[in-house]
């Protein structure tokens, strides 16, 4: 007759080399395991039959093993809930005093840090049934290794979204899912290195983390003057190592300056003379309010244009989710890159994601978020203009973040105090690159991160702290 639980109880792990005795050996290894914590209070044991079998011994040495646990306290056995580990009463805590050490900081109660969207509204039940199809549809290949560019379903309409909704050139042959921006940046930086460039020019505003993976992989940065028209790109010929530029042509991060149509030509024209490429950060080009939609870079010369996208601003950073579009003769290269071993993002996730854009949900999410977006960026204008008019802001055309410019030599002050309300606020100096030339002084403001229980306090202490 078969044991009823011969398939149920913990999976147990338990050595036995160098026993005196299996069934000692077996007492003193459970003991052990339910002394130390390894086997949780409750946990239930395999059977008997079960857990012979695993080890290869007696059934009757583990009965013995187990009654003798029993007769311990160790172990519990009551008829129709099997085996389990006692519950055993909490060791009393120590007299022996502890120094004191200080309390760890509290986070900040606020928050309108760049560069990161509202968590709260991450379509759930619209991704879960998005979910559902992509885990009914999927093919069994999905469950493998797969095609190291990622996914063809989520490749392809990739490929059609990126055409209609920012004028990117897309073949999903030229297509590669990664992890996010920073990720494929990484992957980019190897490919220079390997294409022996050895530099790679950057804006003189922009994150640190990006040119740390530049230098990371061996390569200088130098940068870029940015004016009110963008970065200067008719001057990357006067840097004669540069191979590549990283740009954010689209909504600079982060002054929010769009790059203006003469600028982008020269950029392209210099990429084209020099056989350079251009790195576009196309970071959330989906957000714009006050002017018509600016397209990709990309679009100008797919030939000479990396371009970099991620659903981190549109749909949630904890997706890992991002694309690469890259040149024809870029593929194999980038592809290599990325490893066969190291595949980033779940087949499952990028077939969700498939779903979620095909259904028209995607774009239904952006027009939500961009009208959300618009809506806090117009209450975040209104309330300063109210309550500190000195106060000129910029950058506010697109995007999720404003710049919010200070009096000279008033940025670290006003950081202070916004820490003694319990606002985290970021100041453009932390953005500016070592060499650059034109020194602002200006707040960095995200108005997408707070939830919307959260935003009205966030709004009050930011014009509580401005001069």
Known sequence: MTDPWATFGADLHVDLTGSTGLRA??????????????????????????????????????????????????????????????????????????????????????????????????????????????????????????????????RTVLADYLARARGVYADPE??????????????????????????????????????????EAGLRTPCLPLDGLGSRTGELHAIHGAGAVLLTPAHQFPTGVPLHPDRRAAAVDWARSTGGLILEDDYDGEFRYDRQPVGALQGL???????????????????????????????????????????????????????FIASGAYDRHVRSLRLRYRNRRDQLVAALAERAPAIRVSGIAAGMHAVLELPEGSEAEVIR??????????????????????????????????????????????????P
């Not at 005093?97 to 986070?107: G, Y």
């Not at 070592?434 to 108005?447: K, N, T």
Request: net charge positive; charged share 25%.
């Open 25 to 154: 050996g077996l007492t003193d290894a459970l003991r052990e395991a339910a002394r130390t914590g390894r086997l949780a209070p409750g946990t239930r044991l395999p059977s008997s039959r079960t857990l012979a079998a695993d080890l290869g011994i007696a059934r009757n040495t583990v009965a013995d093993a187990y009654a003798e646990l029993v007769a311990e306290g160790w172990l519990t056995a009551r008829q129709g809930s099997g085996t389990r580990v006692a519950q055993r009463s909490a060791p009393r805590p120590s007299t022996t005093r502890t120094p004191r050490t200080r309390p760890p900081r509290s986070s900040p109660a606020y928050s309108l840090m760049p560069g990161s969207p509202d968590l709260a509204t991450f379509p759930r039940a619209e991704w879960l049934k998005a979910a559902r199809r992509a885990l009914t549809r999927a093919p069994n290949d999905a469950f493998g290794y797969g095609d190291p560019r990622g996914r063809i379903e989520l």
């Open 174 to 215: 030229r297509i590669v899912i990664c992890a996010g921006f920073v990720h494929g940046l990484r992957m980019m930086g190897k490919v220079l290195r390997e294409r022996r460039v050895r530099e790679v020019a950057v804006e003189s505003y922009g994150l640190d983390l990006h040119t740390g993976l530049l230098t």
């Open 301 to 355: 010369d797919p030939e000479r244009v990396v371009y970099l996208g991620t659903a981190s601003k549109s749909l949630a950073p904890g997706l890992r989710i991002g694309w690469m579009v890259v040149p024809q003769s870029l593929v194999g290269e980038v592809t290599e890159a990325k490893g066969w071993s190291d595949w980033s993002s779940s087949a499952l996730e990028q077939l969700t994601l498939a779903e």
């Open 417 to 466: 105090a916004a820490a003694w309300q319990g606002l985290a606020v970021q100041g453009l100096s932390f953005f500016r690159h070592p060499d650059a030339e034109v020194r602002r002084e200006a707040l960095v403001i995200g108005y997408g991160t707070p939830t919307d229980s959260a935003w009205a306090g966030a709004l009050d202490a930011l014009c509580r702290i401005l």
